[in-house]
């Protein structure tokens, strides 16, 4: 299983808008970026990925799986656009934020700290174990 990171704005699609879509989830359309859109084709059903709150908040809020590979983006017939269906899994004990995230070394080399304008990255094994450490963490505070 590999690990990824998408990004929202709140006001536009938040966290609680995928909770409502339930187990059938949502398709991640929209997105029109090739390196993002290429995130998105390397995806498999099963992977797992953070969902992170943009703009304002900027904080990794909960965790969604792949329920469909990637395909064609229906918001668009331009055949360069794919995009992949996610379903909401659970949300993190308490939010992580960017903040955070820069402040923990281990976390330097991350894509959301380091790209931090891509909307669709990969999040690597070390850096899944940690944010969710994190966010125990300051569960318990």
């Not at 059938?24 to 992170?52: H, I, K, P, S, T």
């Not at 990637?70 to 331009?78: E, F, I, L, P, V």
């Not at 949300?91 to 903040?99: E, F």
Request: glycine fraction near 4%.
């Amino acid at each position: 299983m590999a690990y990824w990171l998408f990004k929202s704005e709140p006001a536009t699609w938040s966290w609680a808008d995928q909770q409502v879509k339930g187990t059938a989830g949502e398709e991640w359309d929209g997105v029109r970026n090739y390196q993002a859109r290429n995130n998105m084709r390397a995806m498999q059903l099963g992977d797992q990925a953070f969902f992170y709150h943009s703009q304002s908040e900027k904080a990794i809020v909960g965790i969604v799986e792949v329920c469909a590979p990637s395909h064609q983006d229906s918001q668009t017939k331009d055949p360069r656009w794919d995009c992949v269906d996610i379903r909401a899994v659970r949300s993190l004990a308490k939010p992580v934020t960017l903040h955070m995230c820069k402040e923990d070394p281990r976390l330097a080399d991350m894509a959301l700290v380091k790209y931090t304008r891509l909307s669709v990255q990969p999040v690597r094994d070390s850096e899944w174990g940690i944010i969710l450490e994190l966010s125990e963490r300051c569960a318990r505070c």
